[in-house]
């Protein structure tokens, strides 16, 4: 399934709205997406998002959207 996570890139700073980022991340679960995301990166996580159907159609419509890969 595929994720989209929200977050601020550092886990100092208050998060402020007009700096939340996305990334999109393939997980059998919400907790693996977030294990992933934690574990490769120093992303202060807002929200993880799980999409499919047209929700999905909807994002991979956007030319900004890439899957981000991460060792396992």
Partial sequence: M???VYYQEDQIRNPK???????YVDAETEVEARALVSDN??????FIEPLEG?????????????????NK
């Fill in 41 to 46: 990166t120093k992303h202060n996580i807002e």
């Fill in 2 to 4: 595929i994720f989209k």
């Fill in 17 to 23: 709205r007009e700096d939340t980022k996305s990334l």
């Fill in 54 to 70: 047209k929700f999905l159609e909807y994002e991979q419509e956007n030319p900004d959207y890439k899957l981000t890969e991460f």
